[in-house]
Structures are given as structure tokens and as C-alpha cells.
């Protein structure tokens, strides 16, 4: 049985990661997206097990302690995190998961599973960037400076991702992602098992 | 400016690298044929520095003392090599370069260069090696007890290699070599350049 992938894409607001990783979602059936707990309050058209597991805080803080979370953080006063259990059993059956997720869970995911294949979205320059955050039309001087010193700093822990795209054309953008994936089914570490079962070991 | 990729392919006589290395070839023009140099006479159509470097068998001792080559291998008492500046000059200009090549080729060009990308083409069985070799109706019994008895010692050496390409379908395998190619033209390593000159370092 092969066992699916963990794949993490990440990269600074306004390089187009979460559009790409829509995309990808869309085009390969196999690749499936986590589903990540929460103890925010469920809005009305989210469904448990299908946007989110919702907890409870003190439920959450019950499964931090048991080290069931890939990843967690706080936003805004509330948790979200990535539960072990969920992924491991649809990787096990042999599903690819993919998770559009910041570099702080990124690097959580990367330590608790150092075979997650990491892709970090940049735009070709910074300039470019600074055009694309100006472009929404909805930000602030103040957030577009923050932003752009976050994407410098995100940027500068490349070492954490195997693969950077350079997110100049979408379409190419997406190809890549897909590329990656199927490149790292044909990895000789992906296939060990099946090699070792070949050769009779 | 980037680095061009070194690629090896290799796998047991066969299980059809050589269609695979050439239709590659074939649809990747960046793609390039890496040129040995020789000591057996030129063929009647065969062009210096096309199809081989020809060379006496004391220029060839000659380069070999002096480390010219990423390999060398005797076969039949003539001698085969790869010329390290020829390759390394692609390289240098950004070109990729792909070799198919015999185990022990592949061995010498990973250590004298561990970034080359080796991809390792098997047959999805080794019965299926079997009724290949038989289905050329050109082999003996003996040499096909000899080539799946290579087969197997090839295969044992998978830690040489990078990725495997289980050859049932040859569309589909030059699809994989080709997602190979692009998604290692995204790998951080191939672009960790470019990303330190964005972040001014």
C-alpha cells in the first residue's frame, strides 16, 4: 500500500498561494484538503467534519495536551489547528493531503513530520508584491508596509520549503504545484516499500 | 543566472530507458544530449563533437590522469567517457543535461557531482522484464537469465537514485520524467541564487 502525501503550501499574503492551492484542489480529485478543528463558533453554512471539527476551549486545550495537533495557533482570541488524526488516516489510505498554511504552522508540520513536501509561493519580486497588495484597493499604508516586512521575513526562512514557484503566471503557477506533486510520487523514498517488495526483502 | 540540471537516467536493459531518455529528448529542446569522447574509430557518419570526441587511446590515458572526467568505462578494450568541461559548460549556461547511462556510470557521476538528479526506469515486475527481453527474440536464454540476474543487482543499488519510474505505460513514464525535470527546476536548492538576491544578500 503507498502511502499518500503531506504537502504544505505557504508563502506572504498577496503572492497568490491560496488561489493556487484552489486550483490544485480543483484539478487533482486525489489531492484532498485538511479539515482543521476550531473553537470558534460554527457560522451558519459551516458544516462539522466538512469546514471544521468545533470544539469547545476546554475540549481544544484537552487534545493540545495529548499532542494531537500537527499544528496549532490563536488567532483573534480563538484556536485552529490541524488534527494528527485526520490526516494520518486519509494519508495512510493513500490520499494526498494539501494545507494552505503560514510559515509558523509550516515549520510545526515540518518538525512533527519531516516528510511533508513544503512549497513556498513568492511573487518573481518584491515590487511586484507591493503592486499586488496596493492593487486590493483595501489596504493601508501601515499594513502594506507590515505585509511586505513579513513576506521579507517569511521569505528569508527558505531553508524550511523544497520547492519555491515563483508566481509570475497562475496557470504556470498551478502547473508547477502539479508538477511537484507528481514528481514526488515517483521519489525512490515515496516507492521504497514497493521496491523492497519487488526484490523480495 | 541558473544553473542548468545534471540528469541521469538509468534502470536494467529492457525496461525501455533508452525510448524514454530519447522521446524526452525529443519534447524538452532545453534539454540536452551530453557528447562522450572515445578511443574507437568514428563510424562513417559519425561528426566530431557531435556524436563522439574522438580520441587516441594516449590522449584518453592523458585525461583520465588528469581528472577530466565526471566518468569513464572500458567496453569491448575501447574506451568510453564523459568530458567534465563539456558537461559543466552546459551547465554553466544554463542548459540541462541528460545522460543514460549504465549503473556504474551512474555511481561515478553522483559522486563526482552529488546534485545530479538520477532517475532509476524498471519494469513494473521483473516477469515483465522477462517477457520483454524474451519478446525481442533476439536473446538466448542464458543472456536473459544473465541481464534479469543484473536486473535484480541494479535494483538492489535503488539508494543511488532519486526517483523511479515504473514503466507500464511509455506516455505515461515520459510524462513522469518530464514532471521530474520541471519540479526539480523548482526545488529551493535550484533556486537558492535567486532567493538570496531578493533578499539582498
Do not use: W
Not at 513536501?117 to 499586488?132: A, C, G, H, K, N
Not at 508596509?145 to 496557470?171: C, H, K, P, T
Amino acid at each position: 500500500m503507498k502511502q499518500g502525501l503531506l504537502l504544505i503550501i505557504s508563502g506572504p499574503s498577496g503572492a497568490g498561494k491560496g488561489t493556487i492551492y484552489n486550483e490544485v484542489l480543483n484539478r487533482m480529485p486525489s489531492v484532498k484538503k485538511s479539515v482543521s478543528v476550531t473553537t470558534r463558533a460554527p457560522r451558519p453554512h459551516e458544516k462539522e467534519g466538512v469546514h471544521y471539527y468545533f470544539k469547545t476551549l476546554e475540549e481544544y486545550q484537552h487534545m493540545i495536551a495529548a499532542g494531537e495537533f500537527l499544528e496549532t495557533a490563536s488567532v483573534y482570541s480563538n484556536y485552529y489547528g490541524t488534527p494528527k488524526k485526520h490526516v494520518f488516516d486519509l494519508i495512510e489510505k493513500g490520499d494526498d493531503v494539501m494545507f494552505e498554511i503560514d510559515i509558523h504552522g509550516a515549520r510545526q508540520i515540518k518538525k512533527r513530520y519531516p516528510r511533508a513536501v513544503s512549497i513556498f509561493v513568492m511573487t518573481p519580486t518584491f515590487e511586484i508584491l507591493e503592486q499586488r497588495l496596493r492593487g486590493r484597493g483595501t489596504e493601508t499604508e501601515d499594513s502594506i508596509a507590515r505585509r511586505l516586512g513579513s513576506a521579507r521575513n517569511e521569505l528569508s526562512q527558505y531553508e524550511l520549503f523544497d520547492y519555491i514557484v515563483f508566481n509570475e503566471d497562475l496557470e504556470k503557477s498551478v502547473e508547477s504545484v502539479i508538477d511537484i506533486i507528481k514528481a514526488e510520487k515517483c521519489k525512490m523514498k515515496t516507492n521504497e516499500q514497493r521496491v523492497k517488495a519487488l526484490l523480495g526483502n
